[in-house]
Every structure is written in C-alpha cells, then in structure tokens.
C-alpha cells in the first residue's frame, strides 16, 4: 500500500499537536462518488471541519490552518524567511 506524501503532513500536524482525528482512506485512482460530494477538487487530504460548509483541501492550507486553530507549540514559523 502506498500512502499519500499530502496526506500524511496533513497527520502528522495532527498527531504532532495532538488532536484527535478520524482519517478514512481513498483509493486515489478510483475516488468514491462521496467523497467527489465533498471535496469537489477530489483532492487529498481534506480536513472536512464541523459547523463549516465546505472542506479544507491541500495539505499547506490545512497544516496552517491547524497550526493557527491550535497554537499550542508553533510548527510553522510566523517569520516567512525561515
């Protein structure tokens, strides 16, 4: 089984700032009908996110995102050089 370089930044954000997470897996070459209903881009990762409509898609946006809603220990730098 391959796994998804995209993919795991996005979980390794997640286990590294310790946030619970439920991870479902997509065949990549054969998405299923409801996950192309969710993320219309029908990329990897996506970070569906309670209360909000629509899903967060590529793994950047998504470790920024958790890294701002989650401060705790700063993954990413706030200083754009480094």
């Known amino acids: 089984m391959r796994f998804c370089p995209y993919d795991q ?3 390794l954000i997640l286990l590294a700032k310790k946030i619970p997470f439920h991870s479902i897996n997509i065949h990549l070459k054969k998405k299923p009908q409801w996950f192309l209903e969710k993320s219309i881009s029908g990329k990897v990762p996506t970070l569906e996110i309670p209360g909000e ?3 967060l898609t590529e793994s950047l946006v998504i470790a920024e995102y958790l890294d701002e809603k989650y ?4 993954l990413i730098s706030q200083n754009p050089l480094r």
Do not use: Q, T, Y
Request: glycine share 10%; net charge negative.
């Open 9 to 11: 930044r996005a979980n």
């Open 71 to 74: 401060p705790g220990d700063r």
């Open 53 to 55: 409509d629509e899903p």
